[in-house]
């Protein structure tokens, strides 16, 4: 991950979604500290086998991505790779909501998601105006820089469209 080798990382990090781990072990490789959650039991299990194998000291943890404050910390960066785009216009106010909870005021929080522009696009594309409209000051959020990326998928050779959206804590 490009930012954790330029410094682009400050204070304790979530990895919101962590999945399997890589991104969250990764990051801690580097000598960050990281809590990476998810709701499945099972890929966390993986994680953690992963760390334990690799020697890297990471946390992992079950939660709710709707009920990030019952962590109890907040972080001055978090990540969120793969896992906005999975959510309904509806259900985005209160993820939002709960991933404000955990970031401190100035934090940073990074937002790679599917992208809507181009052709074979992956499943939920978002649009810039999407990230924008989830991600306001009066929210409590300030959008910062919205680039065109690529995600890799199982079912995209070159990777998927994507937004890698760096968005502050107001």
Known sequence: MRLAAEGGFAGAVLDAGCGTGENALHVASL?????????AETALAIARAKADDRGIEVEFAT???????????????VLDCG????FD?????????????VTEHDGTLYVLCFSDDGPDTGP???SQQELRAAFNP?????????EPDRVQTRDHHDGAPAWFATIKRI
């Open 31 to 39: 000598g960050w500290s990281v809590l990476g959650v998810d709701v």
């Open 63 to 77: 939660a709710d991505a709707f009920q990030l404050e019952r962590l109890g910390r907040r972080f001055e960066t």
């Open 83 to 86: 896992l906005f785009h999975t």
């Open 89 to 101: 216009g509806d259900e985005r106010p209160g993820y939002v909501a709960s991933l404000a909870s």
């Open 124 to 126: 939920h594309p978002i």
């Open 138 to 146: 009066s929210n409590g959020w300030s959008v910062a820089a919205i």
